[in-house]
């Protein structure tokens, strides 16, 4: 099973960027589906962005679609979250996820993945 570990997160201003990565450790990388979701205070965690093993496929939450974009770089065993235009609205804490499985479809509920990093903080100032 990999370990997930974030990096990238800080302060930017509203129309702003950020890149995010999730470093993994362990074997086999390419057999996870990988995942991005966000929890903001006194709010649910929810999803962003999904990419499947060797990046065929891409999903994303709806809000994040055209400003976000999700990659992955499997020699590198990272995934990435490019954020461009932020709003405050996207001020949160950043939570990489990780699944192993032969199905081809993307979960984009939190329950569909079992390994998670320990998230990183991104605030977007108005």
């Known amino acids: 099973q990999v370990q997930l570990v974030e990096s990238g997160g800080g302060l930017v201003q509203a129309g702003g960027s950020l890149r995010l990565s999730c470093a993994a450790s362990?074997?086999?990388?390419?057999?996870?589906?990988m995942g991005w979701f966000r929890q903001a205070p006194g709010k649910e965690r929810e999803f962003v962005a999904a990419?499947?093993?060797?990046?065929?496929?891409?999903h994303y939450f709806d809000s994040a679609k055209g400003r976000f974009t999700i990659s992955r770089d499997n020699a590198k065993n990272t995934v990435y979250l490019q954020m461009n235009s932020l709003e405050p609205e996207d001020t949160a804490v950043y939570y990489c996820?990780?699944?192993?499985?032969?199905?081809?479809?993307?979960?984009?509920?939190?329950?569909?993945?079992?390994?998670w990093g320990q998230g990183t903080q991104v605030t977007v100032s108005s």
């Open positions: 362990g074997r086999a990388f390419n057999n996870y589906h």
């Open positions: 990419i499947s093993w060797r990046g065929e496929y891409t």
């Open positions: 996820a990780a699944v192993q499985t032969m199905d081809w479809q993307l979960p984009s509920n939190r329950y569909g993945y079992n390994v």
